[in-house]
């Protein structure tokens, strides 16, 4: 299973950006999609996910309320959707499938700065 993540970019604090990763494992609902990022001398974190099945989602709480996930089967394509973002927002964000075995995507990069 292969995962690839597009849409960073450098933006404004209080701008927008969408991230995608597209994947087969977006297509099926034996997998979940998560978002994680990792920020310059710190761990990765679990930013979002979205279930493979009822399509529940989980947000991290620095980000509940200005990040939305969602998952299009048929385009074979996960979105995370980043509003009101910070400088703090900054990061290498990830997506990753998973299922009895997990699979990552490569990073894109995210730059919130004025």
């Known amino acids: 299973v292969q995962l690839q993540a597009s849409g960073g970019g450098l933006v404004q604090p209080g701008g927008s950006l969408r991230l995608s990763c597209i994947s087969s494992?977006?297509?099926?609902?034996?997998?979940?999609i998560a978002w994680f990022r990792q920020a310059p001398n710190k761990e990765r974190e679990r930013v979002s996910c979205i279930s493979g099945g009822d399509d529940s989602t989980y947000y991290a709480e620095s980000v509940k309320g200005r990040f939305t996930i969602s998952r299009n089967n048929a385009a074979k394509t996960a979105y995370l959707q980043m509003n009101s973002l910070k400088p703090a927002d900054t990061a290498m964000y990830y997506c990753?499938?998973?299922?009895?075995?997990?699979?990552w995507g490569q990073g894109t990069l995210v730059t919130v700065s004025s």
């Open positions: 990753r499938a998973d299922s009895s075995i997990v699979f």
């Open positions: 494992a977006v297509a099926s609902d034996h997998y979940a």
